[in-house]
T-cell receptor
Framework: EPEVTQTPSHQVTQMGQEVILRCVPI?????FYWYRQILGQKVEFLVS????????KSEIFDDQFSVERPDGSNFTLKIRSTKLEDSAMYFC????????????FGSGTRLTVV | AQSVTQLGSHVSVSEGALVLLRCNYS??????LFWYVQYPNQGLQLLLK??????LVKGINGFEAEFKKSETSFHLTKPSAHMSDAAEYFC??????????????FGQGTILTVHP
């Protein structure tokens, strides 16, 4: 069964450093997402991406965050200057043209900012 | 706006007993509803989904859920719990409609413990 692949599975970074989280969505999917889950809290929507542009973003997704689909297969989330409160599990998800098919999530990247 | 409330952050059952995980939603548009399961140190796996077809939805691992519009509920059930069902379960709502970009709103999760 097709999978969404995320790398790395764990990343530790120092506060103020830039990080890039990588995702390879399922090849025929059209919509791409990032969600995050702070330990002990809900899974929260960060951003959706369609047709090479952001279609919606949450309040969390401020100027420190950016997304890119540089080569038609990878989908990246960049955090420009990490803060302690960015420590969380970050999930990438993708889906086909309609929500009928549901979303396929990757296994996540656990980001720890120290 | 959409929201999801999962009643009970922890549910504990005996092996072989009925599993009932409760989910109530709020949505200003017809919803699509999902249940996801998360095993320790793993990602979110889709258990089942309601997308405006049959109101009783069957999923993987013997789970099912019933969409009740009048009660705004989408409770998850399994007749007989197995030790391998121990995990965290998330209910989520999406905006219905094929042209919608979609955005899942999750409940806070319910940790299911199964004891022998």
């Amino acid at each position: 069964e097709p999978e969404v692949t995320q790398t790395p599975s764990h990343q530790v970074t120092q506060m103020g450093q830039e990080v890039i989280l990588r995702c390879v969505p399922i090849s025929n999917h059209l919509y791409f997402y990032w969600y995050r889950q702070i330990l002990g809290q809900k899974v929260e929507f960060l951003v959706s991406f369609y047709n090479n542009e952001i279609s919606e973003k949450s309040e969390i997704f401020d100027d420190q965050f950016s997304v890119e689909r540089p080569d038609g297969s990878n989908f990246t989330l960049k955090i420009r200057s990490t803060k302690l409160e960015d420590s969380a599990m970050y999930f990438c998800a993708s889906r086909t043209g309609t929500a009928n098919y549901g979303y396929t999530f990757g296994s996540g990247t656990r980001l720890t900012v120290v | 706006a959409q929201s999801v409330t999962q009643l009970g952050s922890h549910v504990s059952v005996s092996e072989g007993a009925l599993v009932l995980l409760r989910c109530n939603y709020s949505s200003s548009v017809p919803p699509y509803l999902f249940w996801y399961v998360q095993y320790p140190n793993q990602g979110l796996q889709l258990l089942l989904k309601y997308t405006s077809a049959a109101t009783l939805v069957k999923g993987i691992n013997g789970f099912e859920a019933e969409f009740k519009k009048s009660e705004t509920s989408f409770h998850l059930t399994k007749p007989s719990a197995h030790m391998s069902d121990a995990a965290e379960y998330f209910c989520a709502v999406d905006r219905a409609g094929g042209t919608s970009y979609g955005k899942l709103t999750f409940g806070q999760g319910t940790i299911l413990t199964v004891h022998p």
